[in-house]
């Protein structure tokens, strides 16, 4: 087992890092818009993807029900994502369903001597459902359940987890401060024994429309839950972001986030690694939005997203 694995790390580089832990695929969950936002996306409103990161925001959405995403990775690696929002309510509240997945390709069977003697594949996939409502007046709440599944080769691998949220909208219609802790759960199978921990991710954040200027900006700490020396370290994953609107019908995005680029450990190379930037195309039928994500002078993700109504 350690020899497939080590295998894979080998042949995939240093974006595969997500096998060092088997649930840190859970991390990149992302679309289009909010890696242009650098993830700083807690506080925005209306936008069935934003749910990913904030449950809450799930009650603010009034369009575009259908999101659809894809990721091109390196090599062979493909990330894709759908969610849903369901035509049914309860207590007035909304739900929506979704699905993440990445297939990291195919791998070859070779012996000591370099005999080829077949192929393997290795997938992650994790499958949700969200529901959100209102507390109180401008306060909304949201929690999320998903079925996480891994599996390299033959083995595989199985965990649950919550996320929760709150967003509260300020009397001046132009501000909102939120919270959100994702990936709250356990480890119900394990590959070979060993158990390993869910990548609990704990967010803050606030926005502001300003006034006589169409920009949205965005502020967020993120993955708050990490391990730090000190307390205080955590409060520089801070990522931020601004979105401006250019007439009716096209956004321009740029993000900054200090955790990926801290996270990073080749200072030879990292150019203008954690800066984001993407487009965001509306029409009366569909959004289509584009981002792209630097992780070296070398490395680009670029991901897609496309949001309609079902």
Request: proline share 1%; glycine share 8%; aromatic share 14%.
């Amino acid at each position: 087992m350690n020899r497939i694995i080590l295998y894979i790390l080998i042949s995939i580089g240093t974006i595969s890092a997500s096998f060092a832990n088997t649930f840190n695929f859970l991390r990149d969950f992302s679309n289009a818009r909010s890696s242009a936002l650098a993830s700083s996306v807690i506080c925005i409103e209306n936008d069935l993807d934003i749910a990913t990161f904030n449950p809450a925001t799930l009650y603010t959405v009034n369009n575009r029900n259908l999101s659809v995403t894809f990721l091109k990775h390196a090599l062979d690696i493909n990330s894709g994502a759908i969610q849903y929002l369901l035509p049914i309510n309860w207590e007035d509240g909304k739900f929506s369903i979704s699905a993440f997945y990445t297939n990291y390709g195919s791998f070859n069977y070779v012996n000591k001597n370099g005999v080829f003697n077949g192929t393997f594949s290795a997938n992650d996939l994790a499958i949700g459902a969200i529901y959100s409502n209102i507390l109180d007046t401008n306060l909304y709440y949201g929690l999320g359940i998903k079925f996480i599944y891994s599996n390299i080769e033959k083995y595989h691998s199985t965990a649950v987890a919550m996320d929760a949220g709150l967003l509260y909208k300020l009397a001046d219609e132009r501000t909102n401060v939120a919270i959100s802790l994702l990936n709250l759960g356990t480890q119900l199978t394990t590959f070979d024994g060993v158990i390993e921990s869910i990548p609990n991710d704990l967010r803050i954040g606030f926005n502001h429309k300003l006034k006589g200027m169409p920009l949205l900006f965005n502020l967020s700490f993120i993955n708050l839950a990490e391990n730090t020396k000190s307390f205080f370290d955590r409060f520089k994953n801070i990522a931020v972001s601004g979105e401006f609107n250019i007439g009716k019908y096209v956004d321009l995005r740029i993000g900054y986030s200090n955790f990926v680029r801290n996270a990073l450990n080749n200072e030879l190379d990292k150019g203008l690694s954690g800066f984001n930037a993407g487009i965001g195309i509306k029409t009366d039928y569909i959004n289509i939005d584009y981002g792209a994500s630097i992780y070296s002078n070398s490395l680009y993700l670029h991901r897609f997203t496309l949001k309609l109504n079902l």
